[in-house]
């Protein structure tokens, strides 16, 4: 299975300020025939089901707001809140689906400073 | 609107059994690939299993490999989970989610969850 690491485990941020979490890939997750990567992202607030917010690393899902935003490519990969605000309290996870058996991030816990 | 919506969980003893289901509604559900996905509380997600959408491929976890069988009825358009020899790590909120109509895509459809607790 690959394993998704992100960094950091909980993060404290000002409001209006950016936001950035980070997750690393065991092996790459980018196909090259389509020169897509396999990653998404999911942001769960407390006693909700995960909504994904992004997918195919980079591109931003329906009625997702703006100041989020994904970049990254093969193994490492990012996720940018750009003007954190309070709706954005969550726990955020990345997922590769690229091989068989999908695999989640351990998560990482957003928090107003 | 698409809607998933998650029943069949409770309280069953260690070695128990249990099946879940999923109804859905509001969308063609016999074309999407589907999933399961559990949370132990205050944990993370973890994907467990999926299936394509006539149920002739099913991938599984290797931690539920061989205790968990996922199926699907595309008439009654709903998802199941039988979960046999049920152990305490299994106590968790048991989501399923939907895919895409193609493999290897994002979940972009969650329903609520169910709980399962497996204690004595």
């Known amino acids: 299975d690959i394993v998704m690491t992100q960094s950091p485990d909980s993060l404290a941020v000002s409001l209006g300020e950016r936001a950035t979490i980070n997750c690393k890939s065991g092996?790459?997750?980018?196909?090259?025939?389509?020169?897509?990567?396999?990653l998404g992202w999911y942001q769960q607030k407390p006693g909700q089901p995960p909504k994904l917010l992004i997918s195919w690393a980079s591109t931003r899902e329906s009625g997702v707001p703006d100041r989020f935003s994904g970049s990254g490519s093969g193994t490492d990969f990012t996720l940018t809140i750009s003007s954190l605000q309070a709706e954005d309290v969550a726990v955020y996870y990345c997922?590769?689906?690229?091989?068989?058996?999908?695999?989640f991030g351990q998560g990482t816990k957003l928090e107003i400073k | 609107e698409v809607q998933l919506v998650e029943s069949g969980g409770g309280l069953v003893q260690p070695g128990g059994s249990l099946r879940l289901s999923c109804a859905t509604s509001g969308f063609t559900f016999s074309s999407y690939w589907m999933h399961w996905v559990r949370q132990v509380p205050g944990k993370g997600l973890v994907w467990l299993s999926r299936m394509n959408s006539d149920g002739s491929r099913k991938i599984y976890a290797d931690s539920v490999k061989g205790r968990f069988t996922i199926s699907r009825d595309n008439a009654k358009n709903t998802l199941y989970l039988q979960m046999t020899s049920l152990r305490d790590e299994d106590t968790a909120m048991y989501y399923c989610?939907?895919?895409?109509?193609?493999?290897?895509?994002?979940?972009?459809?969650w329903g609520q969850g169910t709980l399962v607790t497996v204690s004595s």
């Open positions: 997922q590769q689906y690229y091989s068989t058996s999908y695999t």
């Open positions: 092996q790459s997750v980018l196909y090259t025939s389509n020169n897509k990567n396999y």
């Open positions: 989610a939907r895919s895409s109509m193609s493999d290897n895509t994002a979940c972009g459809s």
